[in-house]
């Protein structure tokens, strides 16, 4: 693509090339500053005009999630659910109950709800879009208009908006709306699952996203992030071409992760709850490599009870039951704050109580939690493999294998600290495997917030002195024949992935969307070339040097990541 037209960048979530015209989303209904007052006698009868359209709202969602497979109507289910809920219609109708009217009222309580909800941050906070979505539909209900949201357009077109409600996602049709880009949202959004699910390329949280007029030609690539506005003609209609031919290829894939010449590397799934891991059942995922069982509670107060847990858990395990499932226990703190394990305040959170070091200051919760495995895993016959997140030292290691293996489980550690990749040898003395969180090791090694943009570069994981580490926790693997995993975004990276093979990394685990780009560029090359490219690597300076060393060896098909 030439560089001259205007580019925009964003959070990829699904690969892939769109270009087309821009159409957004039709217009929501004006929300007003404050309410209109109502008269005593009037406000019983308002109460039931705004209880009549929420039920109206909820009950077409739910027909609407009858009809949609999948995550997606799970996620149309989940929203009815929202627009029903008792504590967000209570506060509407004692709102109408003090004199203002329904659509005032609506407002606030969703204000009240949506505030909570960013509090409360992470996925929680990602749902205050699903709740504004519903605030909309109600006060359209209400002013008697058509409901808010898409109208299918009649040409294949792009997408853009602010971001999007569930209920708008949920009925894309891929063949029309051929990429998705939002300025907000996260990679978990709905927005971001559904994209996912149906395989429309996306981006999220795209700066600049809202100037771009509607009818302008852009083209969107999910797989970098990029989004090119009015390209050339010819160059974007290449690009789309070339990812269509990519795409057909990739998909043919359908497992067991291998090489060309028949070297095993399983590919595996990154998952968060069974919703998820159902998703990653329909890819050809062996098993699961990353279960972030941390990312089930982020809303949670008090600790979940040993039966709640072992429900979600059991979920996952039977969704994947006689497969691989790699179950890592509590990652809280640091992005990820849990309310009953972690201090509220901490100047430093990224190198502050987080992961397996929870075990001291907040005593009991990894027993619990192990305990409700040990339960889920003999509910469902499942055999899971057990791995402690941000380990460092040798004796974190070991206790945690103690506890572990008194529970009839298989213990194994994240590799996502420096300080235990260079021990990863002593410390898989202990354990039965590793997994390596490049995400986390990155961050750690170049000294990065992985959260910052401007650093992007430092946490790159191709970074040689990252790679030089996940090569040593490899090395210490083979040598011991015990297996090492990578379950970071770096083996989410086709030509990386290979690169990893190369160092002797026994399974690559990555988000679903990316399991066959992955499997089918291992198929494409051979043991040796991901071997010579390894070596090639680790003698390189920097990122730039590193991928130009593995193209070199494994060549091939034009890089989406690069
Ligand atoms: C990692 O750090 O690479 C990892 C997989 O864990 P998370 O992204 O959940 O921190
Ligand atoms: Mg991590």
Request: net charge negative; with cysteine.
């Amino acid at each position: 693509m030439e560089q001259s037209a205007l580019a925009l960048h964003g959070t990829p979530v699904v690969p892939g090339i769109g270009y087309g015209p821009v159409i957004r989303p039709v217009a929501r209904p004006v929300i007003p500053a404050e309410g209109t007052s109502i008269p005593d006698t009037a406000r019983e009868a308002e109460v039931g005009r705004f209880e009549d359209a929420a039920k109206a709202v909820a009950e077409r969602l739910r027909d609407r999630a009858s009809r949609t497979a999948g995550a997606a109507g799970e996620v149309l289910q989940a929203t009815a659910v929202l627009a029903e809920d008792r504590a967000w219609r209570g506060a509407a109708a004692t709102k109408i109950r003090s004199g203002t009217d329904a659509v005032g009222a609506t407002v606030a309580a969703t204000d009240r709800f949506a505030a909570l909800f960013e509090k409360m941050g992470g996925l929680q906070a990602e749902r205050v879009t699903d709740l504004r979505d519903i605030r909309d539909r109600v006060i359209a209900e209400l002013q008697g208009e058509p409901e808010p949201g898409l109208e299918m357009p009649g040409e294949p077109s792009v997408l853009l908006a602010a971001d999007l409600a569930p209920a708008d996602t949920a009925g894309l049709d891929p063949s029309l709306i051929v990429a998705l880009a939002t300025s907000l949202g996260g990679p978990t959004s709905h927005t971001a699952i559904i994209a996912r699910q149906l395989g429309i390329p996306c981006v999220v949280a795209v700066a600049g996203l809202d100037d771009v007029p509607t009818g302008t030609a852009v083209l969107v690539d999910g797989a970098s992030g990029r989004i090119v506005i009015a390209p050339d003609g010819t160059q974007a209609a290449a690009e789309v071409e070339r990812d269509r031919v990519e795409r057909e290829r990739v998909a043919g894939w359908v497992g067991p992760g291998a090489t060309l010449d028949g070297h095993p590397v399983e590919i595996l799934a990154n998952v968060q709850d069974g919703a998820g891991a159902r998703a990653a059942r329909q890819t050809p995922a062996q098993g699961i490599g990353l279960f972030r069982t941390e990312l089930c509670f982020l809303d949670r107060d008090t600790e979940p009870t040993v039966v709640e847990q072992a429900d979600i858990y059991a979920e996952v395990f039977e969704t994947f039951a006689g497969r691989k499932v790699v179950l890592r226990t509590l990652d809280a703190g640091s992005d990820k704050p849990l309310r009953f394990a972690n201090h509220p305040e901490e100047a430093n959170p990224a190198l502050g109580v987080r992961g397996i070091r929870i075990t001291a200051s907040a005593p009991g919760v990894l027993d619990r939690q192990l305990d409700a495995v040990a339960e889920a895993a003999s509910r469902t016959g499942a055999h899971p493999w057990v791995m402690a997140p941000m380990v460092a030292t040798v004796s974190e290691a070991a206790e945690f294998a103690v506890k572990v293996r008194e529970r009839g489980l298989s213990p194994g550690a994240m590799i996502e600290v420096p300080s235990a990749a260079l021990l990863a040898d002593r410390i898989l003395e202990h354990l039965d495997f590793l997994s390596i969180g490049t995400n986390d090791l990155a961050q750690y090694t170049m000294a990065a917030d992985r959260m910052s943009p401007q650093l992007a570069a430092l946490t790159d994981p191709w970074q040689p002195a990252v790679l030089d580490l996940v090569a040593c926790a490899a090395r210490a693997g083979a040598e011991v024949g015990k297996p090492v995993g990578v379950c970071g975004e770096a083996a989410a990276d086709p030509l990386l992935a290979c690169v990893l093979a190369g160092m002797r990394v026994t399974s690559l685990s990555c988000a679903a969307s990316a399991i066959t780009f992955v499997g089918a560029r291992l198929a494409s090359v051979s043991i040796d070339q991901c071997r010579s490219a390894a070596e090639a690597v680790l003698q390189t300076a920097d990122p730039a040097a590193a991928r130009a060393a593995a193209l070199r060896y494994l060549g091939g098909p034009v890089e989406r990541n690069s």
